[in-house]
């Protein structure tokens, strides 16, 4: 999934696909999260409503966004958009998975 503005300069870009987590329950699982650092929470606005959007669409009751493992020593920045997501979503809907 690409996020773009108006002018076609793509800002974000992210893979998904639906799993079925131990309740049973579809899951979105969000991938690839790649997103251009502007200044302001537009584009981080947007990464959220578009994986709501494809969570209601597919019938996702939850949404995992998946980062990249990192062990506890390194110094590797956290992602903001995928902070923001933890932020913006209900705890139980939503989960960060290392791999």
């Known amino acids: 999934m ?3 503005d108006c002018r076609g300069i793509i800002h974000a870009l992210f893979s998904y696909r639906v799993d079925i987590d131990l309740r049973i329950r579809k899951r979105l699982c969000v991938g690839h999260l790649i997103v251009a650092h502007l200044p302001g929470s ?3 606005d947007a990464v959220t409503a578009s994986t709501g959007t ?5 019938g ?4 995992s966004i ?3 493992f990192h062990s506890r020593a390194s110094s590797t920045p956290r992602c903001p958009t995928a902070e923001l997501l933890l932020h913006k979503w209900p705890r139980h809907a939503l989960s960060i998975r290392r791999h």
């Open 42 to 44: 537009g584009i981080d």
């Open 54 to 58: 494809i969570a209601a669409r597919l």
């Open 2 to 4: 690409a996020i773009h």
């Open 66 to 68: 998946e980062q990249p």
């Open 60 to 63: 996702c009751q939850t949404i």
